[in-house]
Every structure is written in C-alpha cells, then in structure tokens.
C-alpha cells in the first residue's frame, strides 16, 4: 500500500508539477488548492496523509493556523512548509508547532524529496510506536492479574484505586517471580500517562560504574569512549514512568543523586552545565526489605520515605494457590501457541503435584514449568513426568553444620571472602546460578554480574 502525500498549493502549476513528481516516487497524492479543499479530503474523503507538504500562506489562511487546528486529529502525520517570502517569525513558529521542515521557494525536487522522504520515515516511526503502545493497552490491562484467590482480588482492587491517582512515586515488594514487572506495567499502561514512555531499568544488571551514565545520560567528552551526547534513562522517560526493577541493589552513593533528581525534577548530565527538567513517576520495586536494609545503613532512609509514597506488596504464589486454577491453564495455552502444541487434558495427578508444591520461584517458575512440560507434550495430555517437583517433605534440609569456615586471620581479603562464598555456592547448586542464587538470598542477575566479576564457572540457565 502506497503512503500518502498531501500537498497543499495555490499556484496550479506548481501543485500540478509536485504531484506528477511524487507520484512517480510511487506516492499516493492528493491535491488541494486551499485550506477548505485541504479540509474536505482529510475530513470527508478520510485521506490519512503521513506528510503534508503545504505553501504557507493560501487564499483562505495561514497554513500555520491549519496546522495548529488539525494536529490532534493528525498526530502521525509530518508537515513540511514552501513559502515564497517566510519570516523568521513564521519558521519559528512552524517548528514550535512541530512542523518537520520549512523550505523556501523555489526550491530544487531532488532536496524536496529528500525531505519528504525524511518526513516519512518519521511518521513510520511514530505510528509504529503508536500501534505498539495500543498492543500494550490491550495487553497489559486489569485483567492481566490472573487469580481468584481473595489476595489476587484485594491486589486487583488496590491496583484500581492507584491507576487513578497522579502519583509520584511508589515501591512495589514482592518475592523474585511473583510479577513485580508485570504490575508496574500494568499500573503504567492503565494509568494517567499511559500514552507516554515507558523507561524500564534493572539496578542490580547493570555495574554500578556505568549506572550514573545511564541514569542521568553524559556528553560528548565526559569520558573516555563518549564520543556523543546520550540521553540517560530518565531524560528518556520525561512525560512518562520509569521503572527500577531491584532497586535495593543501588550503589549507596547514587541513591542522594536518584533522590535529589526525584525530589527537584532536574539534574545533569554527566560533564554538562546544564541542567535537564523532566516530569517522570517513579516506580521502584524489590524483592528485599528495604526497611531493614535502612536499619543496616545499605540503603537511604530520605530514599525510601521519598519512594515510599505508596507500597504494593505481592504475595507469594503458596500463599494464593487457588491462583493456579487460572494460571495453568492461561499459561499451557500460551506455550501451545508458541511451541506448535495441542496440550488440553490436564490430570488429576499434575494438579495435585502444583497444589502441595511450595513454589520457591513463584509464577516465573510455574511459566517456566509448564513450558517445558508443553515442548515435551507428545499428545494432549500434559505430560507429569517432566514437572520434576520437589515436595518440602523429600527436600534435602539445610543443617547448621553444612555451614563454611572462613578464616579471620588477616590471610584472606574481603574481596576473596566473596569469591570464596561464591564458589561454594555455586558447587552446592551444581553451578547453576539461579540456585545458587536462592542459597544466598540474592537475585539472579546480581549473582550472575558477581560470579562474572570474579571470573568462576557457571552453567547458563
């Protein structure tokens, strides 16, 4: 299907010469020799132009007026003005009102085109964007909560309150799995700024030498290696929401730098003079307990007030098993989709094995569970022998004497405690980071960057 070209020109000839023109660039034009005409083809004849290139002023108004008129109902659409004699008042006021380009006539076809294309692009680039943002609005709705139980209900009604609320800030706790992310985007796409970015940040992947960069962005010549401006993850996120996932995992030093960016709404970029203003809500969340982590002095306590405007808590998947219920189901159809597969007849047995299991990975674990079972399916019956669960009764207990001596004599470094801790670990989960994570209370991703940091040997999972 041919994009749309609307161009907008008094003098016949000159309107008649660009539409034979772009028309051979395999353009779908439609001319109009004033505003009323421009009016009846958008309006009337519903043309959906991608760009509109338009003299400035026509026999019926200013071109500059039209546009500020119409850009609501064409917000995907790039203007591009010719002008015969432009201001500098009227330049100004064409980019102000978001106008892709300004050109003087006459001007050459080749440089013409040249813009026009440019213009395309971008308004590809927007209704792309646009068509992705609705995918999430469909997606990510209330109904993306799946559950019966009566603390699915009471989180669902809690989510319905928020998404209402203009809030600031707020921190969403839970175990690791239960769906922290899941909530934050649902809190974003139902909410007051659905139709603005969505910036999504895990603190705990990414080192805490390059966080500041990303956070807050730099410019050209900060250092070594920035060879152009960037433009930080909150710069990114201005109008909308940002999202740091495992927040607990800041570096102590960056947490005055986030709460000062927080509070005033403006910051710099690292090795600028400037600062940046951005309008941004702040959605944290982590699997630790901030609160004793204040009392421990690993994190902020102005931080976690200033985060703390409102609390989510999710509960662990074994205190709402009646979730499974909805849950399985949901996800065996999602696999089947994905994996080609026609599971339907779910046993009585399967079942009795997900109910009694205490669920240590939450819904990350259950997706991952019945994936697997799903690409192992050989017919419709969903196949039990791959759930491999371990019930609380057969697992191996933890005794006090499978602890590790490590010596305080001055012979080992903190540093080599740590890799110390990390190998053991790592050997008692058969060097499986995720369960070696688990051993150490930690996340995966902070158990992957330290067991990388220390260059131990791992099994990818």
């Given at each position: 299907?041919?994009?749309?070209?609307?161009?907008?020109?008094?003098?016949?000839?000159?309107?008649?010469?660009?539409?034979?023109?772009?028309?051979?660039?395999?353009?779908?034009?439609?001319?109009a020799?004033?505003?009323?005409?421009?009016?009846?083809?958008?309006?009337?004849?519903?043309?959906d132009?991608?760009?509109?290139?338009?003299?400035m002023?026509?026999?019926?108004?200013?071109a500059?007026?039209?546009?500020?008129?119409?850009?609501?109902?064409?917000?995907?659409?790039?203007?591009?003005?010719?002008?015969?004699?432009?201001?500098?008042?009227?330049?100004?006021?064409?980019?102000?009102?978001?106008?892709?380009?300004?050109?003087?006539?006459p001007?050459?076809?080749?440089?013409?085109h040249?813009?026009?294309?440019?213009?395309?692009?971008?308004?590809?680039?927007?209704?792309?964007?646009?068509?992705?943002?609705?995918q999430?609005?469909?997606?990510?709705?209330?109904?993306?909560?799946?559950?019966?139980?009566?603390?699915?209900?009471?989180?669902?009604?809690?989510l319905?309150?928020?998404?209402?609320?203009?809030?600031?800030?707020?921190?969403?706790t839970?175990?690791?799995?239960?769906?922290?992310?899941l909530?934050?985007?649902?809190?974003?796409?139902?909410?007051?700024?659905?139709?603005?970015?969505?910036?999504?940040?895990?603190?705990a992947?990414?080192?805490?030498?390059?966080?500041?960069s990303?956070?807050?962005?730099?410019?050209?010549?900060a250092?070594?290696?920035?060879?152009?401006?960037?433009?930080?993850?909150?710069?990114?996120?201005?109008?909308?929401?940002?999202?740091?996932?495992?927040?607990?995992?800041?570096?102590?030093?960056?947490?005055?730098?986030?709460?000062?960016?927080?509070?005033?709404?403006?910051?710099?970029?690292?090795g600028?003079?400037?600062?940046v203003?951005?309008?941004?809500?702040?959605?944290?969340?982590?699997?630790?307990?901030?609160?004793?982590?204040?009392?421990?002095?690993?994190?902020?306590?102005?931080?976690?007030?200033?985060?703390?405007?409102?609390?989510?808590?999710?509960p662990?998947?074994?205190?709402r098993?009646?979730?499974?219920?909805?849950?399985?189901?949901?996800?065996v159809?999602?696999?089947?989709?994905?994996?080609?597969?026609?599971?339907?007849?779910?046993?009585?047995?399967?079942?009795?094995?997900?109910?009694?299991?205490?669920?240590?990975?939450?819904?990350?674990?259950?997706?991952n569970?019945?994936?697997?079972?799903?690409?192992?399916?050989?017919?419709?019956?969903f196949?039990a022998?791959?759930?491999?669960?371990?019930?609380?009764?057969?697992?191996?207990?933890i005794?006090?004497?499978?602890?590790?001596?490590?010596?305080?004599?001055?012979?080992?470094?903190?540093?080599?405690?740590?890799?110390?801790?990390?190998?053991?670990?790592?050997?008692?989960?058969?060097?499986?980071?995720t369960?070696?994570?688990?051993?150490?209370?930690?996340?995966?991703e902070?158990?992957?960057?330290?067991?990388?940091?220390?260059?131990?040997?791992?099994?990818?999972?």
């Amino acid at each position: 299907m041919k994009d749309a070209l609307l161009i907008i020109e008094d003098e016949v000839l000159l309107g008649n010469e660009l539409a034979r023109f772009f028309k051979k660039q395999h353009w779908d034009v439609n001319v109009a020799e004033d505003l009323g005409s421009a009016r009846q083809l958008l309006v009337e004849n519903k043309v959906d132009p991608i760009v509109i290139l338009s003299d400035m002023n026509l026999p019926d108004g200013n071109a500059l007026d039209f546009l500020e008129q119409s850009k609501n109902n064409l917000p995907n659409c790039e203007w591009i003005f010719l002008t015969g004699y432009g201001t500098v008042t009227d330049s100004v006021r064409a980019l102000r009102l978001g106008a892709y380009d300004f050109i003087e006539k006459p001007c050459e076809l080749d440089r013409l085109h040249m813009l026009v294309e440019g213009a395309a692009r971008s308004a590809r680039a927007q209704r792309r964007l646009q068509q992705e943002t609705s995918q999430h609005f469909n997606r990510y709705t209330l109904d993306a909560l799946i559950g019966r139980s009566p603390p699915t209900k009471r989180l669902k009604e809690m989510l319905k309150q928020v998404v209402n609320v203009p809030f600031s800030s707020l921190v969403i706790t839970g175990e690791t799995g239960t769906g922290k992310g899941l909530i934050s985007r649902i809190l974003h796409y139902t909410g007051t700024r659905a139709n603005k970015p969505l910036v999504e940040l895990n603190c705990a992947a990414i080192p805490k030498d390059l966080m500041e960069s990303e956070l807050f962005g730099y410019e050209a010549g900060a250092f070594t290696g920035a060879k152009k401006r960037h433009r930080g993850l909150l710069e990114q996120a201005d109008t909308g929401t940002i999202f740091l996932d495992e927040i607990g995992e800041l570096d102590l030093n960056l947490q005055g730098k986030l709460l000062k960016a927080i509070e005033e709404l403006k910051f710099r970029r690292l090795g600028s003079e400037h600062t940046v203003e951005v309008d941004v809500q702040v959605i944290a969340a982590t699997n630790r307990e901030l609160q004793q982590k204040v009392k421990n002095g690993e994190f902020r306590e102005d931080l976690y007030h200033r985060l703390s405007v409102l609390n989510i808590h999710i509960p662990p998947l074994r205190e709402r098993i009646e979730d499974l219920q909805d849950l399985v189901p949901q996800f065996v159809d999602e696999c089947n989709v994905k994996s080609g597969k026609h599971v339907k007849t779910i046993p009585a047995n399967v079942w009795d094995q997900l109910e009694s299991y205490h669920w240590p990975g939450n819904v990350r674990e259950l997706h991952n569970i019945i994936e697997r079972c799903a690409l192992l399916a050989e017919n419709e019956l969903f196949p039990a022998q791959w759930l491999q669960l371990l019930n609380k009764a057969n697992e191996k207990p933890i005794l006090a004497n499978e602890g590790m001596y490590i010596p305080l004599d001055g012979s080992l470094s903190l540093n080599d405690m740590e890799k110390l801790i990390l190998q053991e670990a790592l050997n008692r989960a058969n060097h499986n980071v995720t369960g070696a994570a688990r051993l150490l209370r930690a996340t995966r991703e902070t158990m992957r960057y330290r067991v990388q940091k220390h260059h131990l040997k791992f099994e990818q999972d």
